[in-house]
């Protein structure tokens, strides 16, 4: 086999021969299209922006005809931790990335000791090719809930970038060890495993897995991609 190496996000590249997926972080997969919006229309009088002061939620709505001493009109949306995190994460969902992140900090910096929020801007930052940025977040979520398996799988996805293999295998395994169901962190493992010098048997058992419960959770298109490397693999061993 070839040498690969270059692990993308949500991106068909190669290991030798073999077509590589390592599938999206879990927060962007809350939608079946990822937000394309790059840069951000100005806010219109229509549109509605939130602030965070303290636990409380506000949302507010620029005035279309602003005053000296008043440009926005603001009111309660919730309180709490759980709330504004709910909001934060429609908000990215909806392609909303900016007042996403903006609310992801806020939760941070008011909450610091929750994971939660940790992670999702890792997550979300990781997307944005922020390695570093995230690498620091998601490690800091793992340092408050050594069991989320989400955020260890994102880390290896992180590792993986910076060609770190080994470091994010052993992310990767720490998440199925979390959740031995989760089939996206036992593709990216068994990916990760048809590297050179690393366990192609493991690799297979661990995707051919991925592919059962891809298929029981109706992820068909995961499922028929990881059989796409699985036949690569057949036919790669076929010929030596």
């Given at each position: 086999?070839?040498?690969?190496?270059?692990?993308?996000?949500?991106?068909?590249?190669?290991?030798g021969s073999f077509p590589l997926i390592v599938t999206q972080?879990?927060?962007?997969?809350?939608?079946?299209?990822?937000?394309?919006?790059?840069?951000?229309?100005?806010?219109?009088?229509?549109?509605?922006?939130?602030?965070?002061?303290?636990?409380?939620?506000?949302?507010?709505?620029?005035?279309?005809?602003?005053?000296?001493?008043?440009?926005?009109?603001?009111?309660?949306?919730?309180?709490?931790?759980?709330?504004?995190?709910?909001?934060?994460?429609?908000?990215?969902?909806?392609?909303?990335?900016?007042?996403?992140?903006?609310?992801?900090?806020?939760?941070?910096?008011?909450?610091?000791?929750?994971?939660?929020?940790?992670?999702?801007?890792?997550?979300?930052?990781?997307?944005?090719?922020?390695?570093?940025?995230a690498i620091e977040l998601l490690n800091k979520a793992i340092?408050?809930?050594?069991?989320?398996?989400?955020?260890?799988?994102?880390?290896?996805?992180?590792?993986?970038?910076?060609?770190?293999?080994?470091?994010?295998?052993?992310?990767?395994?720490?998440?199925?060890?979390?959740?031995?169901?989760?089939?996206?962190?036992?593709?990216?493992?068994?990916?990760?495993?048809?590297?050179?010098?690393?366990?192609?048997?493991?690799?297979?058992?661990?995707?051919?897995?991925?592919?059962?419960?891809?298929?029981?959770?109706?992820?068909n298109q995961q499922a028929d991609r990881v059989d796409q490397?699985?036949?690569?693999?057949?036919?790669?061993?076929?010929?030596?």
């Amino acid at each position: 086999m070839r040498s690969l190496f270059r692990l993308s996000l949500c991106l068909l590249t190669a290991v030798g021969s073999f077509p590589l997926i390592v599938t999206q972080p879990a927060l962007a997969q809350r939608s079946e299209n990822s937000p394309s919006n790059a840069t951000q229309p100005p806010i219109t009088p229509d549109q509605i922006f939130y602030e965070v002061k303290g636990s409380e939620l506000k949302a507010c709505r620029k005035l279309a005809k602003p005053t000296k001493d008043k440009d926005k009109e603001c009111v309660e949306a919730g309180r709490g931790y759980s709330t504004i995190l709910r909001t934060a994460n429609s908000l990215y969902s909806d392609g909303n990335v900016a007042d996403a992140e903006t609310l992801y900090r806020k939760l941070i910096e008011r909450f610091p000791k929750e994971a939660e929020a940790y992670y999702k801007l890792g997550s979300l930052l990781l997307t944005q090719q922020k390695n570093s940025d995230a690498i620091e977040l998601l490690n800091k979520a793992i340092s408050l809930n050594a069991d989320h398996a989400k955020a260890h799988n994102d880390l290896g996805i992180a590792f993986a970038n910076n060609g770190e293999i080994d470091a994010a295998i052993g992310e990767w395994r720490a998440a199925v060890k979390i959740n031995p169901d989760f089939p996206d962190a036992l593709t990216n493992l068994g990916l990760g495993l048809l590297q050179p010098g690393q366990n192609k048997d493991e690799a297979i058992a661990n995707l051919k897995k991925a592919k059962e419960l891809f298929i029981k959770q109706g992820r068909n298109q995961q499922a028929d991609r990881v059989d796409q490397v699985l036949q690569e693999v057949s036919k790669e061993s076929s010929k030596s």
